[in-house]
T-cell receptor, first 115, second 115 residues
Framework: DAGVTQSPTHLIKTRGQHVTLRCSPI?????VSWYQQVLGQGPQFIFQ???????GRGNFPDRFSARQFPNYSSELNVNALLLGDSALYLC??????????????FGPGTRLLVL | GNSVTQMEGPVTLSEEAFLTINCTYT??????LFWYVQYPGEGLQLLLK?????DKGSNKGFEATYRKETTSFHLEKGSVQVSDSAVYFC??????????????FGKGTLLTVNP
């Protein structure tokens, strides 16, 4: 079975631009979460979505937004890019049982460089 | 809030040496605990997990036991290989209050195993 896929793998943008990152979850998983991993640090939670609704949000500015589609894939959008947005962006998918989220499985990430 | 504290790296060992990477946590509820591994240039892979006190997670020769009394989840392996060289992340998800969608990570420990 295919794992979590993300696109693109690498991206270079300049300050002030916007970017859209994409994620396809493992087949059968309905929950998608996004994390930002700055070089040398652990991943930081950005968003979690399931059933196309935002279920959780981390401490990130409103420049960051996301959505989930009927096929459970997801997009992360970042507007007005800053140098500090340079990071590896990770998507994780998980199953849902009742009100519980299952183990999160990560994709390979999108490496964003802002110049 | 929730937090995870990991042993500072980097850790350098010779092949077949014993590995311990310490991890302690602070959580308001009854968290699930995880170890993820990140190989160079890749995303995160789930290594092992434990969902309640005294549970032992194990995979590929790695083990960690959920110790509620010491709020710890130390990672161990009896004999490391060169292929174990990677960054190891300890993480928790807090299963109380409906917030178990979010993983909180430690800063990571870089392990280098020399032949």
């Amino acid at each position: 079975d295919a794992g979590v896929t993300q696109s693109p793998t690498h991206l270079i943008k300049t300050r002030g631009q916007h970017v859209t990152l994409r994620c396809s979850p493992i087949s059968g998983h309905k929950s998608v979460s996004w994390y930002q991993q700055v070089l040398g640090q652990g991943p930081q939670f950005i968003f979690q979505y399931y059933e196309k609704e935002e279920r959780g949000r981390g401490n990130f500015p409103d420049r960051f937004s996301a959505r989930q589609f009927p096929n459970y894939s997801s997009e992360l959008n970042v507007n007005a890019l800053l140098l500090g947005d340079s990071a590896l962006y990770l998507c994780a998918s998980s199953s849902i049982a009742g009100n519980s989220i299952g183990t999160q499985y990560f994709g390979p990430g999108t490496r964003l460089l802002v110049l | 809030g929730n937090s995870v504290t990991q042993m500072e790296g980097p850790v350098t060992l010779s092949e077949e040496a014993f590995l311990t990477i310490n991890c302690t946590y602070t959580a308001t509820g009854y968290p699930s605990l995880f170890w993820y591994v990140q190989y160079p240039g890749e995303g995160l892979q789930l290594l092992l997990k434990a969902t309640k006190a005294d549970d032992k997670g194990s995979n590929k020769g790695f083990e960690a036991t959920y110790r509620k009394e010491t709020t710890s989840f130390h990672l161990e392996k009896g004999s490391v290989q060169v292929s174990d060289s990677a960054v190891y992340f300890c993480a928790l998800s807090d299963n109380s209050g409906g917030s178990n969608y979010k993983l909180t990570f430690g800063k990571g420990t870089l392990l280098t195993v020399n032949p």
